[in-house]
């Protein structure tokens, strides 16, 4: 069972950034699927999740508006893409996903964003 996140870096103030998170060894459909993130010094906060079907989406009032959270059930993978990018978005950012008749739940190994001039 993995969530792969490959992608993240450095980008310049005001650029768009999409991340991936890839699911594989379980069935990707039922999992509600998020993404939260951890910045040096600070508590992990949410930034986005989806529904199953995708058809549902919330957000953290930090990024409303400048990030989009989609999934592709058929490629087993979410997607957030971020636009708009400030330095106080740089953090870890992680991939979760919580089955959605029960407990189990899985985390990406995360990857580093850091918004810098």
């Known amino acids: 069972v993995q969530l792969v996140q490959p992608g993240g870096g450095l980008v310049h103030p005001g650029a768009s950034l999409r991340l991936s998170c890839a699911a594989s060894?379980?069935?990707?459909?039922?999992?509600?699927m998020s993404w939260g993130r951890q910045a040096p010094g600070k508590e992990r906060e949410l930034v986005a999740g989806i529904d199953t079907s995708g058809g549902s989406t919330t957000y953290g009032d930090s990024v409303k508006g400048r990030f989009t959270i989609s999934r592709d059930n058929a490629a087993n993978t979410v997607y957030p893409q971020m636009t708009s990018l400030k330095p106080e978005d740089t953090a870890l950012y992680y991939c979760?996903?919580?089955?959605?008749?029960?407990?189990?739940?899985?985390w990406g190994q995360g990857t580093r964003v850091t918004v810098s001039s």
């Open positions: 979760h996903a919580l089955f959605q008749y029960g407990s189990q739940t899985y």
């Open positions: 060894g379980f069935t990707f459909s039922p999992y509600i």
